[in-house]
């Protein structure tokens, strides 16, 4: 107890504290024990230790709430990007539905008036016509749509009476090679575009008769001949289906039919492999 009396009597002990105003006010002087001064200092260092802790959370809050805002706006996004997709899936069935495509047959040069479209002619009047159309330049430099821009199915419901390849020809007798398929059908039955695009190619064109050429991008272009009439012009947009043509015997033709091309980066390919594609 002794040896409590000198820390006792230290605590018990007063300091005056002054406070002196910058006023004329005379100074303010008030007293306390050691040992309620350092109660207030043990306080006040409590004090600052509670709002630090509390500024902190504050801002590890405000920082989680930026996290979670963050991760809300991108769950959202990624919410709206797999709504798209699924929104998008039958139409990538559609257009994978395609399946493989057949070799692209290499072209083969063919006699003047055996049946087929005289190429290079065509190339030169094709290369003329989108020279002088603005609108065919414009059109070729948008990108297509893929599925729209594929050949489907035939452009006349007839009999087919003459496939692609080697065959003998219905005029002179002799095997020539075929450039594309003939489609018998009745004089004026109407001729659909089987694909989207535009006319590069509306007129005569030897023993074609009236042919019309439409370019669908993605190098791929179709042709009609031996029409009795050609009901679109250079430059003009056509939608599958649409009707741009009646069935004829003009040209070199054994009776009414459709001559039925189709070019792929400017060489000539099984059309049937198209239809077949378009079934599967």
């Known amino acids: ?160 009476s003459s496939g692609f390849g080697m065959r003998v020809h219905p005029r002179y007798g002799r095997r020539q090679f075929h450039s594309g398929i003939d489609l018998s059908a009745e004089r004026g039955t109407p001729v659909h575009a089987t694909a989207d695009g535009i006319v590069s190619f509306s007129g005569w064109s030897k023993g074609s008769g009236n042919i019309v050429v439409i370019e669908h991008g993605h190098g791929l272009s179709t042709v009609y001949a031996h029409n009795t009439k050609n009901l679109i012009k250079v430059g003009q947009t056509v939608k599958r289906g649409q009707e741009i043509a009646t069935t004829g015997s003009t040209g070199v033709s054994t009776g009414p039919h459709v001559h039925y091309e189709i070019w792929k980066n400017g060489q000539c390919v099984n059309p049937e492999a198209f239809e077949k594609a378009a079934r599967s």
Do not use: C, W
């Open 1 to 160: 107890m002794q040896k409590l009396r000198p820390l006792l009597k230290k605590l018990s002990t007063t300091v005056t504290i002054m406070l002196v105003p910058h006023s004329k006010r005379g100074s303010i002087n008030f007293r306390m024990p050691y040992a309620l001064l350092g109660l207030l200092a043990m306080f006040a260092g409590i004090g600052a230790i509670y709002t630090i802790s509390l500024t902190y959370h504050a801002v590890d809050f405000y920082v989680m709430k930026q996290k979670y805002t963050h991760m809300t706006g991108q769950f959202q996004e990624m919410k709206s990007t797999i709504d798209s997709l699924n929104q998008s899936e039958s139409e990538f069935k559609r257009i994978f539905s395609l399946g493989s495509r057949k070799k692209v047959l290499d072209a083969m040069d063919t006699p003047k008036n055996d049946g087929s479209v005289d190429i290079e002619e065509l190339k030169l009047q094709v290369a003329e016509s989108m020279a002088s159309v603005a609108e065919i330049r414009e059109y070729m430099a948008k990108e297509r749509d893929v599925y729209r821009a594929t050949p489907q199915g035939l452009p006349v419901e007839g009999r087919l």
